[in-house]
């Protein structure tokens, strides 16, 4: 066997015996990520660092200590995906007349919804209020929802796209959650 050949093996190689030492190792990889742990694993020259997932709250200083979240949460922290937005959009042919002409604008106006939605049981159940931050060319750039029944919904019109941000309240925690989706404008979005 060549040098090269040997070479190329191991480049090949490397990816499932690395998989294969994780799969092994899972029960206590799992221990160390519910720990709050962080680690890295290096192997011929290629490095993976596995940290927990936690969502970041905003806060005066936009950072929250983690002992701050064990108290607020009564948990280890929020998981990343506890909370998320999703949207859809769609056009209305026969309303674009009505729509340019409130905005002086001659572009296409979608209708954008967007809604606050979790895989987690009950996590809308601790959500106090929702405000969302518009695009600044809106006459009214932030709205705030509250109805948990419709998953704090926001229907408005829009004729670009941008990055809608919004703060999520949640009951018995101090500083809110910032959550932002990227609203791209279909004819026939998905519903949602």
Same mark, same amino acid.
């Given at each position: ?6 070479? =190329? ?6 990816? /499932? ?7 092994? $190792? ?6 160390? %990520?519910?720990? /709050?742990?962080?680690? *890295?694993?290096?192997?011929? /020259?290629?490095? %993976? ?5 936690? =969502?970041? #709250? *905003?806060?005066?200083? *936009? ?5 701050? $979240? ?6 280890? /922290?929020?998981? =990343? ?6 949207? #859809? ?13 409130? #905005?002086?604008l ?5 209708? @954008?919804?967007? @809604? ?17 931050? %518009? ?6 750039? @932030? ?8 998953k704090?919904? %926001?229907?408005?019109? *829009? ?17 809110p ?7 791209? $404008? ?5 519903? @949602?």
């Amino acid at each position: 066997m060549t040098p090269e050949f040997l070479s =190329a093996l191991a480049d090949i190689a490397w990816p /499932g015996l690395f998989l294969g030492l994780v799969f092994y $190792l899972r029960r206590e990889l799992r221990q160390l %990520l519910d720990s /709050g742990a962080e680690f *890295a694993f290096e192997f011929m /020259g290629n490095s %993976l660092t596995v940290k927990p997932s936690k =969502a970041i #709250t *905003a806060g005066e200083d *936009a950072m929250e200590t983690e002992q701050e $979240l064990i108290l607020e949460t009564g948990a280890k /922290g929020i998981p =990343a995906d506890y909370l998320y937005l999703k949207h #859809t959009s769609f056009l209305r042919q026969d309303r674009q007349a009505e729509f340019q002409a409130r #905005t002086q604008l001659e572009f296409p106006h979608y209708d @954008i919804r967007v @809604i606050v939605d979790s895989y987690y049981k009950g996590a809308l159940d601790r959500v106090d209020r929702v405000e969302y931050f %518009l695009h600044e060319s809106y006459p009214e750039p @932030i709205r705030v929802r509250t109805s948990k029944e419709d998953k704090f919904l %926001l229907k408005e019109v *829009a004729n670009g796209e941008y990055v809608l941000q919004a703060r999520v309240f949640l009951n018995g925690q101090r500083h809110p959650i910032v959550l932002q989706r990227y609203l791209s $404008l279909w004819e026939t979005g998905p519903r @949602i």
